[in-house]
Nanobody
Framework: QVQVVESGGGLVQPGGSLKLSCAAS????????IGWFRQAPGKEREGVSC????????YYADSVKGRFTISRDNAKYLVYLQMNNLKPLDTAVYYC????????????????????WGQGTQVTVSS
């Protein structure tokens, strides 16, 4: 069955780094754009980044631009989110999701079109 599973979260000090992974199974990853979202307690789910399948173009939220990098390895069925210079405001549960409407994603907070979601991985940035 179709699944996306996140891993790599944890506790890190401000200024530190983490690399999240999204493992895809049950579908051809190279046909789909993948997005990363996050949700902090009491806040709306926020679009963090996405990567298209057709040409690998990427989108980043302004809050993470220059600090986060999304990438994909279709052969390994993995999508990564490298997070550097982490800040306490980055604390959230991070989710990856498959975008079903097109092979190119446009980013933003709209979750419409994302049809399969992982269970999330907790990222906590604290000293």
């Amino acid at each position: 069955q179709v699944q996306v599973v996140e891993s790599g979260g944890g506790l890190v000090q401000p200024g530190g780094s983490l690399k999240l992974s999204c493992a895809a199974s049950g579908f051809r990853l190279n046909y789909y754009a993948i997005g990363w979202f996050r949700q902090a307690p009491g806040k709306e789910r926020e679009g963090v980044s996405c990567i298209s399948s057709v040409d690998g173009t990427t989108y980043y939220a302004d809050s993470v631009k220059g600090r986060f990098t999304i990438s994909r390895d279709n052969a390994k069925y993995l999508v990564y989110l490298q997070m550097n210079n982490l800040k306490p405001l980055d604390t959230a549960v991070y989710y990856c999701a498959r975008y079903a409407l097109a092979r190119r994603c446009s980013g933003g907070n709209d979750t419409n079109g994302y049809d399969y979601w992982g269970q999330g991985t907790q990222v906590t940035v604290s000293s």
